[in-house]
């Protein structure tokens, strides 16, 4: 809670981040400590807390989930995306060697190319709502079945284990 007051100013607005957070990872592998930091620097990034907060930290779960990777690295990767504003093609590398192919993904939900979405992403034509729209499309209910995965159950565990703490 710390990240997100010294970040919001505005007290409401510091609830809605949490409430996104904890909406988006509630009943998948992912931790809210995970989903608090992530909603911490989205909303520096001109990010709304509440509906487009949310929809964007479940983008983040689904994309994890489906990559296998950390909640963080992937919110890192969306959270880059939201400070620029656009998408990168530092972005479509960094889920590429994830195994994403974003540049389908985004082709199929913009219904342009994948050559027409490269070259505008080098103009620098596609916005970050318009990626993040594309992601939690094709991932944003896929988070919940990280919970089948080993890394799953051990981060339910740890995540149990955070809560008893709290």
Same mark, same amino acid.
């Given at each position: @809670?710390?990240?997100?007051?010294?970040?919001?100013? %505005?007290s *409401? $607005?510091?609830?809605?981040?949490? #409430?996104?957070?904890s909406?988006?990872?509630?009943?998948?592998?992912?931790?809210? %400590?995970?989903?608090?930091s992530?909603?911490?620097?989205?909303?520096?990034?001109?990010?709304?807390?509440?509906?487009?907060?949310?929809n964007?930290? $479940?983008?983040?779960?689904?994309?994890?989930?489906?990559?296998?990777?950390?909640?963080? %690295?992937?919110?890192?990767?969306?959270?880059?995306?939201?400070?620029?504003?656009?998408?990168?093609?530092?972005?479509?590398?960094r889920?590429?060697?994830?195994?994403?192919?974003?540049?389908?993904?985004?082709?199929?939900?913009?219904g342009y190319?994948? *050559? *027409?979405?490269?070259?505008?992403?080098? $103009? @620098?034509?596609?916005?970050?709502?318009?990626f993040?729209?594309?992601?939690?499309?094709?991932?944003?209910?896929?988070? $919940?079945?990280?919970? #089948?995965?080993?890394?799953?159950?051990?981060? #339910?565990?740890?995540?149990?284990?955070?809560?008893?703490?709290?």
């Amino acid at each position: @809670g710390r990240t997100l007051q010294g970040m919001l100013k %505005d007290s *409401e $607005k510091v609830e809605e981040a949490f #409430n996104s957070a904890s909406k988006a990872v509630d009943g998948t592998a992912y931790s809210l %400590d995970a989903a608090v930091s992530a909603a911490s620097q989205l909303a520096t990034s001109g990010i709304d807390t509440g509906a487009e907060m949310e929809n964007v930290l $479940k983008s983040i779960a689904g994309t994890a989930a489906m990559t296998g990777t950390s909640f963080e %690295d992937i919110s890192n990767i969306f959270v880059d995306t939201a400070s620029a504003g656009r998408l990168t093609g530092d972005t479509l590398m960094r889920l590429s060697l994830r195994g994403i192919n974003a540049k389908q993904i985004l082709a199929d939900s913009l219904g342009y190319t994948t *050559e *027409e979405i490269t070259k505008m992403t080098s $103009k @620098g034509e596609i916005s970050f709502q318009q990626f993040s729209k594309a992601m939690q499309d094709t991932f944003g209910e896929h988070a $919940k079945e990280a919970n #089948n995965t080993f890394q799953g159950v051990m981060s #339910n565990i740890k995540s149990a284990l955070s809560r008893i703490g709290a």
